[in-house]
């Protein structure tokens, strides 16, 4: 980035290795794991070896104990347990919405906190995960937007995310028991709090780890990265991660898209285009997502419905349309349904898939672009107690 669009501001990002006290496994690619455990006298000729014991543990198992790794030596498993640990971040609250949606705050080091989202659907399981505290981008009608704080989540932090879950879900696998198919978590989206191309290497290196057929085992085809457009990085998440890639488009013409997604001015919308152009054949996957947020009166007429089917003609893509989830202070309103259905129509006329995403978990504020509110109100009526009180 140059001085002249000052997207983001400065981001706090985590040193991937602690310089003293022991190390978190979790987060480290198997290179990296294989380098910590001859740094800690691990003989090379076995390294790989024990990253593969341990990787199985730790990712297939959901093994956090050390003693329980019963395929390595005693003494090995102590000088682990001495030098290592397998952490993860703490899971604060735990809500379930009458739909069966599951919102988790977990804290994380420095006392941060983020939300993750669990969605159940009858051939599926989502979890929405986040990779920032807060977000450096400044979308008007995100409230994730408008936190000021924002520090990049580590890789562990990110992965961690999908264990803690699957904790929740009690869904880790029981030696000896019958192989169960049928995954309650069988989906990951990088929608939740913050822009995932702002973090690439520890959002790339939590999903290497996601996706690792010895672990968690989660196809590329079954990940989906959400991004507001930061078109440097699309190429590289083709090459890199190869996930589905979904893209918060949200308007027609780039005087709209600059006052909705400011990074707009930054990469307008024909170098978004283009950068998404090459994303299917590069990566491999079958289309591209387009989020389109109805905002009432802004972006939701026929005209661009029109408009938006012109614009990304020859990409294979998917519209998702997302009815805009208010926010306290929002200064937008959600389209009628009728409009919404109506949008929905053209596009699905001109052949393309055009589902309305249904909000879940309102009831809980879990639903996208609500993330975060409910925690930041429960810490304002905490600060007026603590004033009523006179504190
Ligand atoms: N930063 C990334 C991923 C997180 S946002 C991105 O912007 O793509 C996930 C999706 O929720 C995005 O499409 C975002 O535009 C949308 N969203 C944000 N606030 C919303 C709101 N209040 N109502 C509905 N969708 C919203
Ligand atoms: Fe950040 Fe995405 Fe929200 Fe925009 S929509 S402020 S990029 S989280």
């Not at 999908?162 to 995954?183: F, I, N, Q, S, Y």
Request: charged content about 25%.
């Amino acid at each position: 980035m140059d001085a002249k669009a000052p997207i983001t501001q400065d981001v706090l990002t985590i040193p991937r290795k602690l310089p003293e006290g022991p190390q978190n496994l979790i987060g480290l690619s198997r290179d990296q794991m294989r380098d910590a455990l001859i740094a800690a006298g691990t003989p090379e000729k076995q390294a790989k070896m024990r990253v593969g014991q341990i990787w199985q543990w730790i990712y297939h198992w959901g093994v956090r104990d050390f003693a329980q790794m019963t395929n390595l030596a005693k003494d090995y498993r102590a000088m682990l347990a001495d030098r290592f640990v397998i952490e993860l971040p703490e899971v604060v609250t735990r809500q379930v919405s009458d739909d069966g949606t599951r919102k988790y705050l977990v804290r994380i080091a420095g006392g941060h906190e983020v939300e993750v989202v669990y969605i159940p659907e009858t051939d599926r399981g989502t979890l929405c995960i986040s990779s920032q505290v807060g977000c450096t981008l400044t979308c008007s009608f995100c409230h994730t937007g408008t936190q000021k704080l924002v520090r990049n989540l580590t890789a562990a932090e990110i992965v961690g995310q999908v264990m803690v879950a699957r904790d929740d879900l009690g869904e880790w696998p029981v030696p000896g028991a019958p192989k169960d198919e049928t995954r309650l978590l069988s989906n990951i989206v990088l929608m939740g709090m913050g822009e995932p191309l702002y973090n690439f290497e520890n959002v790339r290196d939590a999903m290497k780890i996601a996706m690792d057929p010895e672990g968690l085992s989660l196809s590329r085809r079954r990940i989906t990265l959400s991004t507001s457009g930061v078109v440097p990085e699309i190429a590289r998440t083709a090459q890199e991660i190869g996930c589905q890639l979904a893209i918060s488009f949200h308007a027609t013409t780039d005087d709209v898209r600059d006052k909705l997604v400011p990074i707009n001015k930054r990469w307008p919308i024909a170098d978004l285009l283009d950068a998404l152009r090459d994303y299917p054949k590069v990566s491999n996957s079958e289309r591209i997502t387009f989020e389109y947020v109805m905002l009432d009166g802004v972006n939701d007429s026929d005209a661009d419905a029109h408009r938006l089917i012109k614009l990304i003609d020859g990409i294979p893509a998917k519209i998702n349309l997302i009815p805009f989830n208010e926010w306290p202070g929002a200064p937008y309103k959600r389209s009628s349904n009728n409009r919404i259905r109506k949008f929905a129509d053209i596009i699905y006329k001109a052949g393309y898939a055009s589902p309305i995403r249904t909000p879940r978990g309102e009831d809980i504020m879990a639903a996208c672009g609500q993330l975060k509110s409910a925690t930041e109100r429960a810490r304002k009526s905490k600060a007026q107690i603590a004033q009523e009180a006179g504190l």
